[in-house]
């Protein structure tokens, strides 16, 4: 992926040219077509995806409803950064909403970059927090939601 790219996506936005080119060399590229499964929730994760094009829905099963549609993400969103910080399995399932073409970025690479740059490890690591809390916000307040709803 280009590095003039990865600016536009906010995991990287606080990063150098130098730092946007060294995360650049660690990806690759992947297609889905519309409909597959790019992760389902509860298997092991290795990697974070960043959309260059298309869609992809986040979503979870609910016993008795059937899937729940959490985002539905688009070009320059990222998602699936728990499974480079935690060994924990995926925590939700990730379809191509539409065919889409995601950046991969694998654990072990994202780790050695990390240790060899901290700086760069630093930025990361702050706006994973910063996302992980705001993902937090926005599921309590769907709950909340959801218990409103089902008292009716």
Known sequence: MD???????ALFEGLTQGQLAKVAQIGHSRDFPAGAYLFREGEAGQEMYVIEKGKVRISKTVPGIG????????????FGEMAVIE???RSADAIAHVSCTVWVIERSKLDQLMFTDKDLAYVLLWTFVRTLSERLRETNDKIKAFFAISRF
């Open 3 to 9: 590095a003039a790219i990865l600016k536009k996506v």
């Open 67 to 78: 899937e729940e549609a959490l985002a539905i993400l688009e070009p320059g969103q990222y």
């Open 87 to 89: 060994d924990s399995p």
